[in-house]
């Protein structure tokens, strides 16, 4: 079968013949994949900056953002039969008996380090005709859904994030009333996104859909599909080519998150002290080397203390993110079917791969198909 891989001794990314996998487990489900999504995450390791072949192999079948067909299942798997549609996590857990993370099935949480991501970290990725993996690890993904099920792993990161927002937002102020219904979680509050790719985006819609004011701040100016599709989903775009974080803060009044979907330290910074009273810092984005700058810890710390502040990482997901992000790019679909659509820029055959992960990303999501023409 062919499979899209990258080769890190010699510094190459090709599209390789691989021999089938084969199920050796009775919990194991064959796949055949439909659509692998393509991400900033898959540019580091074709540039070599990031991602490790697994053990004894010299090459990372990549992909990790993934829609698949079940083909035939193990004897044991009781969820899965031929024909339906599965999204599969990427992150398996560590081997450590005493990563109570992992063993509890919460591998994104995972304490050592040692678990192994596929497509990125020592274990094959989805870029390929098939793959096969155990149950527990997919998440079923409803027929309606076949057409943007691909965007469902970018999505996890926010929905992740979301549900730690909620769960520390109702337990601290006393007036936000814990059995409020999903789509009023974010009433009355205002959400700043700093980015305007994928992530983004996605984040946007989420927060949107969760009832919160919400603005996307990039360095983009109009006319810009992308900038169309934020104002579309009711959010408002705001260019850092004509404000600043401070006209920001001046316009939006206390912010109550800021939801970082960059990855750039300094970006990251200059917002913090933007960041508002009782408000939550999410940081989504994995910064590369960047030079020193100076900053202002004093001025950090008196307004964490004094303003009650959260500052938040949140990577991977575990399943109820992917449950949740299910449910919600259904609610998007019918909610917004024009920015849906308009989300997956175009479908490609595995040899254009290569081009279109090293290339300049065009509209928001690019999409390998092994049957695109
Ligand atoms: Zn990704
Ligand atoms: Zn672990």
């Known amino acids: 079968m062919k499979a899209v891989a990258v080769f890190p001794g010699s510094r190459e990314v090709k599209v390789i013949d691989q021999e089938d996998p084969r199920i050796s487990q009775p919990d194991q489900v064959m796949l055949r994949m439909l659509d692998i999504g393509i991400c900033g995450t ?5 540039t070599f900056e990031y991602g490790t072949p697994p053990p004894g192999d010299d090459y990372l079948v990549i992909g990790h953002e993934a829609l698949a067909e079940v083909v035939a299942a193990g004897s044991a798997v009781k969820r899965f039969r031929a024909g339906d549609l599965v999204v599969p996590s990427v992150r398996r857990p560590c081997p450590h008996p005493g990563c109570l993370a992992c063993r509890a099935g919460h591998q994104d949480y995972c304490y050592t ?3 192994r991501e596929r497509g990125i970290e020592q274990a ?14 997919l998440n079923p993904v409803p027929p309606d859904l076949r057409e943007i099920a691909v965007l469902t792993e970018p999505l996890t990161i926010a929905e992740k994030a979301l549900s730690q927002i909620t769960w520390m937002m109702q337990r601290r102020p006393p007036w936000l009333d814990p059995q409020t219904p999903a789509e009023e979680r974010g009433r009355g509050l205002s959400a700043l996104v700093l980015g305007i790719g994928p992530v983004g985006l996605l984040g946007a819609m989420v927060l949107a859909s969760a009832g919160f004011t919400t603005y996307v701040y990039s360095r983009e100016l109009p006319p810009s599909p992308r900038i169309d599709l934020v104002a579309a989903i009711g959010a408002t775009y705001v260019s850092s080519q004509a ?13 109550d998150l800021v939801y970082e979907a960059v990855g750039h330290s300094h970006f990251a ?3 913090l002290p933007v960041l508002g009273t009782n408000g939550i810092f999410v940081l989504t984005g994995v910064p590369g080397m960047q030079a020193f700058i100076e900053a202002d810890p004093a001025r950090l710390m008196r307004d964490m203390v004094l303003k009650n502040q959260v500052v938040l990482g949140t990577v991977n997901a575990g399943p109820d993110a992917f449950a949740s992000a299910l449910r919600n790019l259904d609610a998007f679909r019918r909610r917004w079917p024009a920015v849906v659509a308009a989300l997956i820029a175009g479908r490609y055959p595995p040899e254009r791969a290569p081009d279109l992960i090293l290339g300049r990303p065009a509209g928001i999501k690019t999409v390998i198909a092994f049957d695109a023409p």
């Open 243 to 255: 404000a600043t974080f401070a006209d920001l803060a001046e316009r939006i009044g206390n912010i």
């Open 42 to 46: 898959d540019k580091e390791i074709c």
């Open 124 to 137: 094959h990725g989805y870029m390929a005709e098939h793959a096969v993996d155990q149950e527990r690890y």
């Open 269 to 271: 910074l200059e917002a």
């Open 113 to 115: 380090g040692d678990f």
